[in-house]
């Protein structure tokens, strides 16, 4: 006899435990804002790395305008990972930006700092193309040794080295519409 269907929502809360609260999240992207704010940065342009951190530079593009800033915004899709849950080590573009990054402050707004690859690369790049100043914003800062030299100017978080969903954040397309991080047990 076949087993009756499963909730597909519990099925898919047993392959991960929450890290972060949304709550939690919220308070610390005002505090963020205000510490970008404070460094005056004249036409300003915000780019995130798509895919994973769509929503946590939508959240914070919102905090920036309540700390009265105004950038424009752009957008940069990278990838080092595919469907995969370990970096392939090399950075590939998928889309380029829209505006250009001549002469202007720079905010770079992506997901994780793990290996650093992603961050070096988007960060090499606008500064190749002319960028004034490329300043790194980043919701988690894992505590892992970094495959190139790196670090973040802002970071929201930092987390131990463990596979993270939600808040944007993917494995294999899920769980990005989580509105906290967790830590993936099994997918």
Do not use: W
Request: with cysteine; aromatic share 6%.
């Amino acid at each position: 006899m076949a087993e009756p269907p499963r909730d597909m929502a519990a099925v898919a809360q047993e392959a991960y435990v929450p890290l972060i609260p949304a709550d939690v999240i919220a308070e610390r992207l005002n505090d963020l804002a205000a510490q970008i704010e404070s460094r005056k940065l004249p036409n300003l342009l915000v780019v995130a790395i798509l895919k994973g951190s769509f929503v946590f530079a939508a959240d914070l593009i919102r905090a920036l305008h309540r700390a009265g800033l105004a950038p424009e915004v752009d957008f940069l899709t990278l990838s080092s990972y595919k469907k995969s849950k370990v970096s392939l080590g090399q950075v590939e573009i998928l889309r380029d930006l829209d505006l250009n990054v001549d002469g202007r402050h720079v905010l770079i707004i992506d997901d994780v700092l793990d290996s650093g690859r992603t961050l070096a690369f988007a960060k090499d790049l606008l500064a190749a193309r002319g960028a004034a100043n490329v300043l790194t914003c980043v919701l988690l800062e894992k505590q892992v040794p970094r495959a190139v030299a790196v670090t973040a100017d802002f970071s929201a978080f930092q987390c131990d080295d463990e596979f993270v969903v939600g808040y944007g954040m993917d494995v294999a397309h899920r769980f990005r519409e989580l509105p906290f991080v967790a830590r993936l047990v099994n997918a």
